[in-house]
């Protein structure tokens, strides 16, 4: 049964408990653009007792940089580069790493700015993404579009995520590459998007859009509950390899967050200020439960101080 | 064994064995914006014998005024609209006579216009479709849209089919609506979308991004090779009803045209004008093959005439 965190007692025992803690951010840390209560005193609590902390997000459409201009924004400032693992840097370490793409060939992106950024960054150079000269063709799409031939041979993968800027052309140029048997990697595939409390479109729906038009499925996953990401945190902290149960994951989801801790081998945190309610919890097997769950990530600070 | 059609002997028994033609457009009596060749002499020679033509297609962006239109371009002005029969007609009449919602409810569509004009002229008003509305926004999306969250409470119904406007307001949109429960009817799901020699993003490749985003598969599908489409066909025709193997389908997939005429007890024509090949044919299983094939649909004109 999972143990829900409602005592000092308790909230002090998890912390000590651990070594490295990983975080979902949007549904734990904030929602959208609302920073949940005592979050950040929580996080440099943490910090303060000499443990990891690692941010593991599944969102492509933002880099790891801008991830640490909207911690500064929320006034959260003693965060650093390589404690932020999102699914846009993933993808770019799968790409360099594992597929060994040379830094010479091109990658065509169904995504927007964070993929392209971080791809950048490793040194490659990016096709479509956010290029303006796909979305005006787009909007007043026509099958005669010469953008449609232009396909360039210099292409060596297709990398697609998020795309809020989507279009007919975007889609079908990126059906294109797939049809010639480049390699397909997904930043993931959650199939919805939470925002301002409705569910959109998620990464994986547009990815199963092209999918769908090339009986193709991807060849890598990047993003949460899939391993590749957890191999490439556990690359970087060989303490968390060697002993996994050192580690906490927390998040919001059962089937990304949860499933992604249990699987890596970590113990899990699942709290309630993002899609999942206690009635979720109470109905799930034996097996599926989440070490422990807690209304709020923020109960930790406000029972070891407030109570 | 598939027979081929080669001389002016199987070309006259093969018209004359038939009382009902269905035919394919694209691929089939044009490609694009082609008329192919020997075509328009085809379906006046057809049409002499006295012979009932129908036009099948699952072309959701027309309605049957385009296409009549289209038709009327390419110098053949002898085609009555009650002998066009497209996905988004069929898809209006299955809400209108299958579904029978009421004519005060409204539908919200993801699609082109043909649907808008098929839809309105039952009587229904549409929303969504390609209302600039929601164009404009979608172009910059940001999530605090307040589209978003102006769902009308009076739509009855969601209709998808092709959207070449397609973006990520109106994808989610879509799934606000299909989130409510509300009956979800495709036109049609075709994977691919031939144009110019290419495959671009077909209708069912759309729907399947909303179908994945909220876990749900559509109620109806409206187009071949569904049996609702043929049903529609044969209750306007009650002879074609009750003896199927008077008709003859014509077209140039096996898995919509050929599949749509043999589930509905009709002989098959593929021709190889479209995106099959002989080779594909010859190494079809005996079950699999159509009833015969030839190179292209005028052959049955040139074959009688010009030998």
């Known amino acids: 049964m999972s143990v829900k965190i409602t005592t000092k007692e308790q909230a002090e025992k998890l912390i000590s408990s651990y070594d490295y803690f990983l975080f979902d951010c949007d549904g734990v840390i904030w929602l959208g653009d609302h920073l949940l209560p005592s979050v950040s005193e929580t996080l440099t609590y943490i910090k303060e007792q000499n443990k990891n902390i690692i941010f593991v997000t599944n969102n492509s459409t933002k880099s790891r940089d801008d991830y640490l201009s909207k911690f500064g924004k929320f006034g959260i400032k003693n965060i650093a580069k390589s404690e932020v693992f999102g699914s846009s840097y993933a993808s770019a370490i799968y790409i360099e790493k594992i ?134 945190i556990k690359a970087d902290n060989p303490n968390l390899k060697d002993k996994p149960k050192r580690g906490l994951m927390i998040g919001d989801r059962l089937n990304t967050d949860m499933k992604f801790g249990k699987d890596g081998g970590l113990d899990t945190l699942l709290v309630l200020t993002g899609i999942e309610t206690e009635e979720n919890v109470k109905n799930l097997n034996n097996d599926e439960q989440p070490t422990y769950y807690a209304n709020k990530l923020g109960d930790l600070y406000d029972l070891i101080f407030l109570e």
Do not use: H
Not at 134 to 153: C, H, R, T, W
Not at 194 to 210: D, Q, R
């Open 99 to 232: 597929l060994k793409l040379p830094k010479d060939k091109n990658i065509w992106v169904l995504g927007e700015e964070g993929i392209e950024k971080e791809l950048k960054e490793l040194g490659y150079t990016t096709i479509g993404g956010t290029d303006p000269k796909y979305m005006e063709n787009g909007v007043k799409f026509d099958a005669n579009d010469p953008l449609l031939s232009q396909i360039d041979e210099n292409v060596g993968c297709v990398l697609c995520g998020l795309c809020f800027q989507i279009n007919y052309l975007k889609l079908s140029m990126t059906m294109q590459y797939l049809n010639k048997g480049l390699p397909f990697i997904a930043t993931n595939i959650d199939s919805t998007f939470p925002a301002n409390g409705k569910l959109l479109i998620g990464a994986g729906s547009i990815i199963e859009t092209v999918a769908y038009a090339t009986s193709r499925q991807p060849d890598a996953i990047c993003g949460k509950p899939n391993q590749s990401m957890m191999n490439s």
